[in-house]
T-cell receptor, first 114, second 112 residues
């Protein structure tokens, strides 16, 4: 079974631009969560989608948004990029979103904002 | 606010040494706890998890962790480490809100 895939793997943007990152969960998984990983703040929860609905949200500004499609693939969007948005963005999937289920993480998308 | 703390930022051990990585959480209610590991160049993966029951939890690759409620701790242990255990280790908790709060991680370096 293929693992969680994320595209692109690396991205360079400039301040003020917007970016869209994509995540394809493991086949059969309907829950997708997004995390931001930075050296200073560590891993922080962004949001979770289940059956095309945002089910949970972390403490990030409205510039960070996401969506999920009917095939469970998810995208996250960051508008009006700031230097501090430079980070590794991780996506994780699980079957139905119960925390007892193991979350499987993707390799991440490394975003650099100049 | 709920939080997870890992006070050891970088631990260096020789092969065959015993390992204990600290994890403390701040929350007065029911908590679910996890340890994740990220090997160099690999994805984050689950080592073990605690939800309820026996406070001593066994995970993959010989790791175990003990939940001590009175100390708000969930330390990770391994009796004898190998060079292949070199990785970054993250403790995480769910404080009843179905989302993970991670610690800042501990980098473990094993010297052959």
């Amino acid at each position: 079974k293929a693992g969680v895939t994320q595209t692109p793997r690396y991205l360079i943007k400039t301040r003020g631009q917007q970016v869209t990152l994509s995540c394809s969960p493991i086949s059969g998984h309907r829950s997708v969560s997004w995390y931001q990983q930075t050296p200073g703040q560590g891993l922080q929860f962004l949001f979770e989608y289940f059956s095309e609905t945002q089910r949970n949200k972390g403490n990030f500004p409205g510039r960070f948004s996401g969506r999920q499609f009917s095939n469970s693939r998810s995208e996250m969007n960051v508008s009006t990029l700031e230097l501090g948005d430079s980070a590794l963005y991780l996506c994780a999937s699980r079957v139905s979103g119960l925390l007892q289920e193991t979350q499987y993480f993707g390799p991440g998308t490394r975003l650099l904002v100049l | 606010a709920q939080s997870v703390s890992q006070h050891n930022h970088h631990v260096i051990l020789s092969e065959a040494a015993s390992l204990e990585l600290g994890c403390n959480y701040s929350y007065g209610g029911t908590v679910n706890l996890f340890w994740y590991v990220q090997y160099p160049g690999q994805h984050l993966q689950l080592l073990l998890k605690y939800f309820s029951g026996d406070p001593l939890v066994k995970g993959i690759k010989g790791f175990e962790a003990e939940f001590i409620k009175s100390k708000f701790s969930f330390n990770l242990r391994k009796p004898s480490v190998q060079w292949s255990d070199t990785a970054e280790y993250f403790c995480a908790g769910d404080f009843g809100n179905e989302k993970l709060t991670f610690g800042t991680g501990t980098r473990l370096t094993i010297i052959p």
